[in-house]
């Protein structure tokens, strides 16, 4: 199994409890009527600390690839998905363009990048080929660290890289005792995604 295939996930963690484990306070968020369901923030695509040291991203496992040194990397440009979703007039422009502010903060602040892969069962990627839409079946914290490697601030091009040792104490968080295909009363799935342009707790267009 090649270090890709290792990192695909394998659960469903809430966007909360990731994020908490990721070492960002969720206090305000947990403490809501809603709880991890809040609207407020369990659609976001991207979470920091206020001083934006600490960046959590959600990405597609499918958008990752091996450079030529065998290290998980992410290109992406996510300008043109914001224009369209701005000329649609829905809420995700402004979850697409914080997901662009935090690549650009954590680029020009060397912020330490923590991931939530998710990823869609083969069954809904068949059922979903050629179509603009995706069904995530699972999300999971990435242990390691990842970095932006390079932001172009003139075009939006951008290159995530996975770093090589896990990441500090949150990487031996263990999120095993928590029930991950559990809903709450009344939760909304949580978790929108950049790249793939759907909810990956959902895959339901906004």
Not at 84 to 97: H, M, S
Request: glycine share 6%; net charge negative.
């Amino acid at each position: 199994m090649n270090k890709l295939a290792e990192l695909k996930p394998r659960r469903r963690d809430r966007i909360m409890d990731a994020v908490e484990a990721a070492g960002l306070d969720v206090s305000e968020w947990s403490s809501s009527p809603m709880g991890a369901a809040n609207p407020k923030y369990c659609y976001e695509w991207a979470f920091a600390d206020d001083r934006r040291e600490n960046v959590v991203l959600c990405l597609w496992f499918e958008d990752c690839e091996l450079d030529s040194d065998e290290v998980v990397v992410q290109r992406g440009n996510i300008r043109p998905l914001i224009l369209r979703l701005e000329g649609q007039g829905t809420p995700r422009a402004r979850r697409a363009r914080r997901f662009d502010e935090l690549l650009q903060d954590a680029w020009r602040l060397g912020s330490r990048i923590r991931v939530a892969l998710v990823d869609r069962s083969d069954a809904a990627k068949r059922d979903a080929a050629g179509q603009d839409v995706s069904h995530a079946a699972f999300r999971q914290l990435d242990p390691v660290a990842w970095r932006v490697a390079n932001y172009d601030m003139m075009t939006g091009d951008y290159l995530l890289k996975r770093e090589l040792v896990q990441s500090g104490p949150a990487a031996a968080t263990d999120l095993a005792d928590v029930d991950h295909f559990a809903q709450e009363d009344g939760e909304i799935p949580d978790s929108d995604s950049p790249n793939n342009d759907a909810d990956p707790a959902t895959g339901q267009m906004d």
